[in-house]
């Protein structure tokens, strides 16, 4: 799927989504997939694992709720009529990093790396979520109920950080060694900061679009984590 098309599932393509994730751990549980690697913690007992799990993907569907709202209210009004839609390059600054978004490839992959794809796509979201929570509010052209909204995003990608680095601490070294090796960063303050409106309103445009993207993939891959656990 192309990076300019339209990621956000209909909920009938969630639900699809949700009886694929069930079908998945049943096949696993009957040994017909091959991931493995599990969560790195020997003394943690299995009921206090899933309830672990069950928060994180509470949190991880919060994640990308709020993004969809935010890009939400932001084209319905900033960027009706205005066809930012056309204008967007919808190019996301974790592109070069060509995280899998389809489900059946995420399926077949084992636990180690669906942690490593989420924590990188976290962590190449703290620079954005921390200019747009910190500096951005002293620009006009963004409603309050959106700021609100993307510092709840900021503090709930915190929390999903420290989930991942909790129970998956040997994740952490292949993360920041594939980010040093990807050498891609996010440079879009400049257009957020810009006294030229149109540019200002495109550059959020599409960083809420990459947003919403990336929120989706973050989510897809802690619910596939959470069906694994025993």
Request: charged content about 20%; aromatic content about 10%; some cysteine.
């Amino acid at each position: 799927m192309g990076p300019g098309e339209n990621h956000l599932p209909s909920p009938s393509h969630r639900s699809c989504l949700l009886l694929l994730l069930v079908m998945s751990n049943l096949l696993l549980c009957q040994g017909k997939l091959c991931p493995s690697c599990g969560p790195d913690v020997s003394d943690t007992s299995l009921t206090s694992l899933r309830d672990v799990f069950t928060d994180a993907n509470r949190l991880s569907h919060d994640f990308h709720n709020l993004s969809r709202i935010i890009f939400s209210e932001f084209d319905e009004k900033y960027a009706h009529g205005k066809q930012y839609h056309i204008r967007s390059t919808k190019s996301c600054h974790t592109d070069p990093y060509n995280i899998p978004e389809e489900l059946e490839i995420a399926l077949h992959t084992n636990n180690e790396d669906l942690t490593v794809w989420t924590l990188v796509l976290l962590y190449a979201w703290n620079n954005p979520l921390y200019y747009l929570a910190n500096e951005v509010p002293n620009v006009k052209g963004v409603s309050v109920a959106i700021l609100l909204r993307i510092i709840e995003m900021k503090n709930i990608s915190d929390k999903l950080q420290e989930f991942i680095q909790d129970q998956f601490s040997k994740s952490i070294v292949p993360v920041l060694q594939k980010m040093h090796d990807t050498r891609t960063t996010w440079s879009g303050l400049s257009s957020l900061t810009s006294s030229d409106e149109d540019r200002r309103h495109s550059e959020f445009y599409n960083l809420f679009y990459c947003l919403r993207r990336d929120s989706l993939k973050v989510d897809m891959y802690i619910k596939i984590l959470w069906y694994r656990v025993p």
